[in-house]
């Protein structure tokens, strides 16, 4: 514990919370945590009593109905006399709370959903988010929270809450907010402790697998390094990162003093894994920056009950998530040649979705709530990742303001002043606001760029960009096969039609989502086979195939045309000129010949 912390702990002896938690799970196996709230206090002056949970956690833009895990839920007075109380909503529970001066309710949330947004419990560990188990009184927020833990046997508790004194794991939060943004593991996972730039640091890791605890902590200490010296600082007083070793797992979600990680148990031998896991670290490290902190005017303010609209997570996450590849890429975990192919297999990603013609980024964003999170067989289609296309706006964006102003003025100076403005005073941006920060670094007008790219529809002119600094983006065909425009794959022995794509000769036909396909000219035909049989033809040739749809047989004739583009890649210009070498070299601090 450090000096900072141990004086903001003894200050807690100075607080009374009139709102306290006990969280129990004395069954593991059976996946649910026993919850005790006390209320008490001021918080009872007025009945009845709205206990609320949110549907929603920040940094996952999706309502995720939180309450449908809550069960035998209960009230009682403090002498365990119990108190009517009927639920007003989904999430909304009323408790006629009369004339107590203190109450308690019981509840318990089923946890079994390994997954960094939601809660999990079995016999290895604990692990919640606190707005998938915790309620909160509307316009009580602001109110400091105790929580006390109570794990079987031989289990620890890893959070970033400070602990109260003299009691045995119980941790404080100010509000609601912090309880919210602050998860906790539990149980007996290893822990490794670390210090960067004075400050502590801990790595808690659940789960067993091939990686090497050695060379993650090495790593991890350049990349915080690094991020800090881009905003010139870190802005806790510790960190604590919780990752979770799966079967099949990757994700990360962020939070203020702390980040949580799913990964492959297996994923960290081979390089380009490895190096998967590392963007990943250095993405939700980055979010402590950009969303925590800094933040678009609509996540000011979470409102818990319902969606939080914004144009602008295409900087919040997009932006992220180019410097995802930045970071590492300057800390020395990959080179320059990881770096490029890093880019260039994203562009080949956004390239190869139809659905980059049809919604927009700002709008991606908006649509958060009803698409990114709740994909199905249309869905590249119609929409695309703010993810994805907003970082290769910000890469762009990177590259403009680096042309200009000859390697002077970057991206890094947008980051730098938008932490200044919003970030340090955690002051919410509008669009407005954003885009003007960007305006004044670039020191130009960026209207038909912020037009075509965030409101528009227009293709991402990658070459311009790229040319100045002696690259080129090319396009190729590494898969010469016809294009039907169709995806199979093999379900409960069937080979079902899982995508067709908008405008592609297989729609053009008739085929559909859930078709089951039986032959390709008369002759059966599987999934692995299918790209192969498709290889026996040509462009312009007709091929017939028979399917099921909706159980009824049918045969349709398909006219196949030429391959799409389906890799791309970035390369040096055929002859670079001393000046986009300068500009190459200024840009990636490494000699163009490298490349």
């Not at 908006?366 to 289609?381: A, V």
Request: some cysteine; glycine content about 6%; hydrophobic content about 35%.
């Amino acid at each position: 514990m450090t000096e900072a912390t141990q004086i903001h702990s003894d200050a807690l002896t100075m607080v009374t919370p009139t709102l306290q938690y006990w969280v129990g799970m004395p069954k593991p196996e059976s996946h649910l945590f026993e919850i005790r709230l006390k209320i008490q206090g001021d918080l009872l002056l007025s009945s009845p009593l709205n206990l609320k949970m949110p549907v929603w956690t920040p940094g996952s833009y999706l309502v995720r109905e939180y309450a449908r895990h809550l069960q035998d839920f209960r009230v009682c007075d403090s002498e365990g006399n119990f108190l009517k109380w009927q639920k007003k909503s989904k999430n909304h529970w009323q408790i006629q709370s009369k004339s107590a001066t203190e109450i308690w309710v019981f509840y318990r949330i089923f946890a079994n959903e390994l997954s960094v947004r939601t809660n999990h419990l079995d016999g290895s560990h604990g692990y919640f988010n606190g707005a998938a188990l915790f309620f909160y009184i509307p316009g009580c927020e602001k109110h400091p929270i105790q929580v006390t833990i109570e794990p079987p046997k031989n289990w620890t508790v890893s959070t970033s809450l400070p602990t109260v004194p003299h009691q045995i794991n119980t941790f404080y939060a100010p509000d609601f907010d912090t309880l919210v943004d602050s998860p906790f593991e539990i149980g007996t996972h290893r822990l490794y402790e670390f210090e960067v730039l004075g400050k502590p640091h801990q790595l808690a890791i659940w789960g067993d697998g091939n990686l090497n605890p050695e060379r993650l902590l090495t790593d991890f200490q350049k990349i915080i390094t690094v991020e800090s010296e881009l905003f010139d600082g870190l802005p806790y007083e510790r960190y604590l990162f919780l990752l979770h070793l799966s079967n099949q797992g990757f994700g990360g979600l962020e939070h203020k003093d702390s980040c949580s990680l799913i990964y492959s148990r297996f994923g960290f031998r081979s390089s380009e894994k490895y190096h998967r896991f590392m963007q990943l670290v250095a993405h939700e490290f980055f979010h402590l920056w950009n969303v925590k902190r800094i933040r678009p005017k609509a996540l000011e303010v979470f409102d818990y009950e319902q969606e939080n609209y914004t144009p602008s997570l295409w900087f919040s996450e997009g932006t992220t998530s180019y410097y995802d590849m930045v970071i590492p890429y300057r800390a020395g975990i990959f080179d320059v040649k990881g770096f490029l192919n890093a880019i260039a297999k994203d562009i080949t990603r956004l390239q190869t979705i139809p659905g980059r013609l049809v919604q927009p980024l700002s709008e991606s964003s908006w649509d958060t709530w009803i698409k990114l999170y709740r994909r199905e067989s249309h869905s590249d289609n119609n929409q695309i990742s703010y993810y994805l296309k907003g970082e290769l706006v910000s890469f762009l964006l990177d590259l403009l303001i680096r042309e200009k102003h000859g390697n002077q003025r970057s991206l890094d100076d947008v980051m730098g002043q938008m932490w200044l403005e919003f970030g340090q005073p955690e002051i919410g941006f509008t669009p407005e606001q954003l885009e003007q920060v960007i305006e004044s670094i670039a020191d130009t007008s960026l209207t038909d760029f912020f037009e075509r790219y965030l409101y528009g529809l227009d293709e991402l002119p990658y070459n311009q960009y790229l040319e100045p600094f002696g690259l080129q983006l090319i396009a190729e065909t590494k898969d010469e096969t016809p294009y039907l425009g169709c995806k199979v794959a093999t379900e409960k022995g069937r080979e079902i039609i899982k995508f067709v794509e908008v405008g592609s000769p297989a729609e053009a036909a008739g085929l559909d989502i859930h078709d089951e396909l039986l032959a390709l000219n008369g002759f059966k035909v599987t999934s692995d086979q299918f790209n192969d049989r498709l290889k026996d033809y040509k462009p312009g040739d007709t091929i017939e195939l028979t399917f099921f749809h909706q159980d009824l047989l049918r045969t349709c004739q398909v006219t196949l045309t030429s391959p799409r583009p389906n890799h791309y890649q970035i390369v040096s210009v055929s002859e670079p000129t001393p000046q986009q070498k300068r500009n190459f070299e200024g840009w990636l601090g490494c000699p163009y010949h490298n490349l």
